[in-house]
């Protein structure tokens, strides 16, 4: 299981950026994300309509202790920042494990999140956003797999073209 805890959410500021984080995480391998911050359930609805419309199985739950998800979490967690450690020195190693809890911040990240993640790693030593960070995370652990990924039950799924846009139903 390869989760995302999303820290921080502000309801209004950050919607949209708190719902490509979800899209990102969905469409790149990942199987769940706890929503921290404000409980905001547009962010909720709008993802489980993309999870019933393109497939596979993917959740969005709200919690408002992230304290409580870094505790109860059984296996390790991987804090992204800035200020961690090169994911090319430790990606080889996160591979590794099976159930891995990815958390990503907003404005702020508590102290207590540096100290106590099992790993703080950066996706490069500049500052930049959630989203990019996560989605590079998430390619270099799958190491592109990801990207052919199928997504069960879908309702819809598009046909590659080389121009233009062309989209397939799924009866029933
Ligand atoms: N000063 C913050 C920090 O500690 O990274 C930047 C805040 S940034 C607007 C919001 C989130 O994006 C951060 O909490 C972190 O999860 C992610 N992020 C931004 N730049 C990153 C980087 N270079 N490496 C890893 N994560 C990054």
């Known amino acids: 299981m390869i989760a995302v ?3 921080g959410h502000r309801v209004g500021r950050d919607v949209r950026i708190t719902t490509h984080i979800c899209l990102a995480a969905r469409a790149l391998g990942a199987d769940k994300v706890f929503l921290s911050g404000e409980r905001d359930e547009s962010v909720i609805k709008s993802i489980e309509g993309v999870t019933k419309r393109w497939g596979g199985k993917f ?3 709200y919690r408002k202790d992230w304290r409580a998800v870094m505790k ?3 296996g390790k967690t991987a804090h992204l920042t800035m200020y961690g450690e090169p994911l090319n020195e430790k990606i080889q190693l996160l591979r590794k494990e ?3 809890l990815v958390i990503v911040g907003a404005e702020k990240v508590p102290s207590e999140v540096y100290k106590s993640a ?7 030593g500049q500052p930049h956003s959630e989203v990019a ?3 590079v995370f998430l390619d270099r652990l799958f190491e592109g797999k990801e990207l052919e990924k199928a997504f069960k039950n879908a309702k819809l799924r598009v046909v ?6 062309l989209t397939e139903e799924k009866d029933g």
């Open 5 to 7: 805890l999303r820290l």
């Open 59 to 61: 959740e969005v739950e």
């Open 72 to 74: 109860s979490w059984k």
């Open 98 to 100: 099976k159930d891995l």
């Open 118 to 124: 099992d790993f703080n790693i950066s996706i490069s």
């Open 133 to 135: 960070a996560l989605a």
């Open 160 to 165: 590659p073209q080389p121009h233009g846009k």
